[in-house]
């Protein structure tokens, strides 16, 4: 099936300072790619949908300036936590939607997370 | 009231169980349901689609009602490697289609 990549796995930062989080379709097109945040013991909240050559879409609640996102390719899309808190400390999951060529429909593919800890 | 709510769990059961959860959606402009499967850390992975007339994949059946806006999950035969955290999940369509609702997930142990 199609393959979603995320960079890095893991990642430490200082309060204050900014990370960016990569999100790459490796063997697809997607001209949309959604964020997800997982706190622990809590389900996936739809942060935004990440539209390529437009701006995102940021779900009600979340912070446009904190949340940067930039979608400049087909393949990459990037969310970059600004100003970073330990309370932003969570695991960051994309997703990109790309047909199945076993049922023929779409479905949605999710990278493997980044886990970002502020200290 | 959340718009996806599940069984809040854990199930603990031994090997060779039958185990159902169920799932309840509130907006009923979802078009698109599906099960997903996230174990300890990792992201989810789609354990399979659900659909009006049903649909079996081994041990695994899912059934949708729309009219009551529930959906379940039916695993039988229970093995260990089943034990992972279960997450319904629920896509509008046309605009919003891709926008995933996700519920809390049920968190299934299962014991030798």
């Known amino acids: 099936g199609a393959v979603v990549s995320q960079h890095p796995s893991r990642v430490i930062c200082k309060s204050g300072t900014s990370v960016k989080i990569e999100c790459r379709s490796l063997?697809?097109?997607?001209?949309?790619m959604f964020w997800y945040r997982q706190f622990p013991k809590q389900s996936l909240m739809l942060m935004a949908t990440?539209?390529?050559?437009?701006?995102?879409?940021?779900e009600q609640g979340v912070e446009k300036d904190k949340f940067l996102i930039n979608h400049a390719s087909l393949t990459l899309s990037t969310l970059t936590v600004t100003s970073a808190h330990p309370e932003d400390s969570s695991f960051y999951i994309c997703s990109a939607i790309a047909p199945n060529p076993r049922s023929g429909s779409y479905e949605q593919y999710f990278g493997p997370g980044t886990r970002l800890t502020v200290t | 009231r959340k718009e996806v709510e599940q069984d809040p769990g854990p199930f603990n059961v031994p090997e060779g169980a039958t185990v159902a959860f169920n799932c309840t959606y509130s907006?009923?402009?979802?078009?698109?349901f599906f099960w997903y499967r996230q174990d300890c850390r990792k992201e989810p992975k789609l354990l399979m689609s659900?659909?009006?007339s049903g649909n079996e994949d081994g041990r695994f059946t899912a059934q949708l009602n729309r009219a009551s806006q529930y959906i379940s999950l039916l695993i039988r035969d229970s093995k260990l490697s089943d034990s992972a955290t279960y997450l319904c999940?629920?896509?509008?369509?046309?605009?919003?289609?891709?926008?995933?609702?996700f519920g809390d997930g049920t968190t299934l142990t299962v014991k030798p």
């Open positions: 990440s539209n390529e050559g437009s701006k995102a879409t940021y």
């Open positions: 999940v629920v896509n509008e369509e046309g605009r919003n289609a891709g926008k995933s609702t």
């Open positions: 907006n009923s402009a979802s078009q698109s």
């Open positions: 659900v659909y009006s």
């Open positions: 063997d697809f097109q997607a001209t949309t």
